[in-house]
Nanobody
Framework: VQLQACGGGLVQAGGSLRLSCAAS????????MGWFRQAPGKEREFVAA????????NYADSVKGRVTISRDNAKNTVYLQMNSLKPEDTAVYLC????WGWGSGEGSQYDYWGQGTQVTVSS
């Protein structure tokens, strides 16, 4: 499966962004989907994940309450709605697909990765 993320940009602190990740190929609903982020000089970190059906979600503590992950299996797309953004949210955001997964926060569980979209939050 190929993943294409978009929706990043420059936003002021307190603002919102909605990221999208479109998947090509078949059987999108067989993949749990996750969002991760990587800031310059830092390790990649988990942001949010969603189960194959969309019935279960998983969030990092750092974004809980500010971020919502969702998916539309008919459109082969997963979304990340981010509100109340902070400068420390600045990073490249990557989407990933885990074949027959449940929505793990461990990057090593994911089989496919997109190229990422840049999110920059100014103070």
């Amino acid at each position: 499966v190929q993943l294409q993320a978009c929706g990043g940009g420059l936003v002021q602190a307190g603002g919102s962004l909605r990221l999208s990740c479109a998947a090509s190929g078949r059987a999108f609903s067989s993949y749990a989907m996750g969002w991760f982020r990587q800031a310059p000089g830092k390790e990649r970190e988990f942001v949010a994940a969603i189960s194959r059906s969309g019935g279960s979600t998983n969030y990092a503590d750092s974004v809980k309450g500010r971020v919502t992950i969702s998916r539309d299996n008919a459109k082969n797309t997963v979304y990340l709605q981010m509100n109340s953004l902070k400068p420390e949210d600045t990073a490249v955001y990557l989407c990933a697909a885990d074949w027959w997964g449940w929505g793990s926060g461990e990057g090593s569980q994911y089989d496919y990765w997109g190229q990422g979209t840049q999110v920059t939050v100014s103070s």
